[in-house]
């Protein structure tokens, strides 16, 4: 049996003040819940929730990672430093870091590893924009992703580690994938991917979750399906109300 993972990507919203408040809605609301919850914070905001969350139900995340241990990086956090701030997973090759921020399979797969070898555990994310999918290219790119990411990891570094599938066109734009399209992609990823690359009990075991404007009321139908085990939030995570709907989905 998978335990199915909620995680919210605060993206870039809340400030301090909001963070903390919203993590006490979190961890209020999602009280006995059976699905692990993880919460995604800024960094910036990663100590000051650390300290609403820690010794409660909900984890902690973060939104990216550096390779490097340390050194001239302006702007980048590695895992050692996540880590010291309580974190817990860590989201890597998010479509928005893939669109805006270069981010490339062979960068996805280099965070990957330093995330794994620092203890940390990688939320990976995959998934195809509209003109791929309409090009019937979704299940070649997410191969490519998939495999890109897991280049050269072992098996037991990759039961450490969770996918979410995030159609690019659905992600904040309101449209969701029906649970069938979904559905037909995790399966795919699980049966065909994850099977081929690490056997058929790694594959069963992996957790598979679907982010793109995932909400309360849609949550139920996706979470239905069988190879749907969570949901990676973006816009419904940003009120602890919204969030808990999806979780006690
Ligand atoms: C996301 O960015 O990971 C996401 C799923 O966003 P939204 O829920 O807003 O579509």
């Known amino acids: 049996m998978r335990q199915r993972i909620i995680a919210g990507n ?14 006490k809605g979190v961890v209020e609301a999602t009280k006995g819940t059976a699905a692990e919850v993880v919460v995604c914070p800024t960094f910036v ?3 000051a929730v650390n300290e609403v969350v820690k010794g409660t ?49 062979e960068t996805v797969n280099k965070k990957v590893k330093a995330a794994l070898a ?22 070649a790119v997410v191969e490519d992703h998939v495999v890109g990411a897991y280049a050269g990891l072992s098996v037991a570094d990759a039961m450490k580690t969770v996918i979410a599938y995030e159609p690019v ?4 734009t309101g449209k969701v994938a029906t649970p069938d399209q979904a559905q037909d992609v995790h399966a795919f ?7 081929r690359l ?6 069963a075991a992996l957790r598979v979750q679907y982010g793109g404007s995932m909400k309360a009321d849609n949550a139920k139908e996706l979470l239905a399906k069988a190879d749907i085990d969570g949901g990676l939030i973006g816009g419904a995570s940003l009120k602890a109300s919204d969030f808990a709907g999806i979780v006690n989905a």
């Open 10 to 23: 605060w993206k870039m919203n809340k400030t301090i003040p909001e963070a903390i408040e919203l993590a």
């Open 45 to 47: 905001c990663l100590a």
């Open 198 to 203: 690490y056997g058929a009990d790694v594959a």
């Open 189 to 195: 990823i699980r049966g065909g991917l994850l099977q």
């Open 118 to 139: 620092a203890g940390l555990l990688p939320i990976i994310c995959v998934g195809e924009t509209l003109a791929e999918r309409e090009a019937g290219r979704t299940n």
């Open 57 to 105: 139900h909900v984890a902690l995340g973060a939104q990216d990672v550096h390779w490097e241990k340390s050194g001239a990086f302006t702007g980048k956090v590695s895992s050692d430093m996540l880590l010291s701030a309580g974190v817990k997973y860590v989201i890597i090759g998010h479509s928005e870091q893939r669109t805006y921020f270069h981010e490339t399979n």
């Open 169 to 172: 066109w659905a992600i904040g």
